[in-house]
């Protein structure tokens, strides 16, 4: 019996070389994206397993409910996890209409998996709370961070929150304060209060780290300069600061009067001479300068 003829003229089954060729870049990248997620939940697992779970440092989220559970009952953490998880997904999926994509559910299922299957062969680095909270916030949230980069996630703090907002009509990020404030009033109440404040030490510095890989670390300003000669400073950037100006146009409540604002990206250690500089030529100069956690373009990182 022949094979069917394929669109071309060539015989044969399955995906043409053709087809390959084209999807090759898109299949590197989910595997690329799922291979991220398996680095980000392994680095929770491992911050839950040296430092918060032994330490009983419930920091917050689904997981620090798994830690207090699991002290009070004996439950394993990952098993705790996947268990609150999976119904929180599907309600959430149900109430708001949240799809959970493919690659969250991989997230919280591979986490859950890990914490469990690490937890016989890893020892804690440290018995003292202060180091543990610490390192435990930094391993967790460098974790979330690389998870959350590859489209991933670790749990269902954020849909806990939502749904939360949903039925108590509060905001979203207070119903995350809720939430994670629930988990450690749970954590005192069963740990003792030293125990909760370690543990809102760690969700501190958890999220400070998530948010300096989110957004990186601020190595550029940007400057807001408002003058009478706006031509004249952004001649001298252009010229003494070798940076480019973007003039925009506003107007003055007070005075009704239209005029040039600038706007000027520079690095850090050039934020002292456009300071010199527009002193030196408008000292009645109104300028606000303000952190850039990524400039992309010219002069700066090239835009990929």
């Keep these: 019996m022949t094979q069917p003829m394929e669109a071309g003229g060539k015989r044969g089954s399955g995906a043409s ?89 991989f997230g919280f299922v591979a986490l859950s998996v890990l914490t469990d299957g690490l937890a016989p062969y890893l020892q804690p680095l440290t018995h003292d709370p202060v180091l543990a909270a610490i390192y435990g916030g930094v391993l967790v949230g460098i974790g979330v961070g690389i998870t959350y980069r590859f489209g991933g996630s670790t749990g269902g703090t954020a849909l806990g929150a939502r749904l939360i907002h949903h039925y108590l009509r509060i905001g979203t990020g207070r119903a995350m304060l809720l939430a994670d404030g629930l ?76 005029r040039d604002i600038l706007l000027v990206i520079v690095s850090r250690d050039e934020v002292g001479r456009l300071k010199q500089l527009v002193r030196r030529t408008d000292p009645n100069a109104f300028v606000v300068i303000y952190d850039v956690h990524e400039a992309l373009g010219e002069g700066f990182r090239r835009l990929s």
């Design 17 to 105: 070389p053709g087809w390959w060729r084209r999807n090759l870049p898109a299949m590197r990248a989910l595997l690329a994206a799922y291979a991220g997620i398996t680095i980000g939940v392994t680095l929770v697992a491992l911050g839950l397993n040296w430092f918060l779970v032994p330490n009983r440092l419930a920091a917050g989220g689904v997981s620090g409910l798994a830690v207090v559970i699991y002290h009070l009952f004996n439950v394993p953490v990952g098993a705790t996890m996947l268990a609150i998880n999976i119904p929180l997904f599907a309600l959430a999926a149900q109430v708001l209409g949240v799809a959970a994509g493919a690659r969250s559910i």
């Design 183 to 258: 988990v450690i009033l749970a954590a005192g109440l069963a740990f003792g209060p030293e125990l909760a404040l370690y543990a809102l030490l760690s969700v501190f510095v958890t999220m400070r780290v998530v948010d300096l890989l989110e957004e990186g670390t601020p190595y550029a300003k940007a400057a807001i300069i408002v003058s009478d000669v706006p031509e004249r400073i952004s001649d001298l950037v252009l010229h003494e600061l070798n940076r480019g100006a973007t003039a925009l146009q506003g107007r003055g409540l007070y005075t009704g009067r239209d």
